[in-house]
């Protein structure tokens, strides 16, 4: 009969208390200091020197190439897709890119019902920046 007392007790304080969950869709979470999240692609800044995914131990990085030669002679340069379903946010990416191309961020929302939605592809004005990089003789060897 002790045990009646106490339930109620217990009942009456957690009426009045805020509830422990977070209300996760309506307010954003704070992710704390060195969280690692999506990985962001910056076309101005990439070479296509292929070190990142070289360096990637799940393979979630992919080469495709496209031809920057303005003459009859294919020549191609390549650009990271990024598989972010294979991606296991090692970060190594990130520290082996010489020219800081692919840089960290705290997204990380990658909830998808499709897998393509988690497939980062450089898109046409990405593309047009690496073809006039290239064109102007900037990135030739």
Not at 3 to 19: F, G, Q, S, T
Not at 47 to 71: K, R
Request: hydrophobic share 35%; glycine share 6%; net charge positive.
């Amino acid at each position: 009969m002790r045990l009646i007392p106490k339930l109620i007790r217990e009942v009456m304080k957690n009426i009045v208390r805020k509830p422990a969950t977070l209300q996760y869709p309506k307010v954003a979470t704070k992710v704390a200091k060195g969280f690692r999240g999506k990985l962001e692609w910056i076309a101005d800044k990439c070479i296509g020197c292929g070190l990142c995914a070289m360096d990637c131990p799940s393979g979630a990085i992919e080469l495709i190439p496209i031809n920057v030669s303005t003459t009859e002679k294919p020549e191609y340069r390549r650009l990271p897709v990024f598989h972010y379903y294979r991606c296991i946010f090692c970060y190594q990416c990130v520290e082996s890119c010489p020219t800081k191309a692919i840089l960290p961020s705290t997204v990380y929302d990658l909830s998808s019902y499709d897998k393509e939605n988690l497939i980062r592809k450089p898109s046409d004005e990405e593309k047009s920046i690496i073809l006039k990089k290239f064109k102007k003789g900037g990135g030739k060897k």
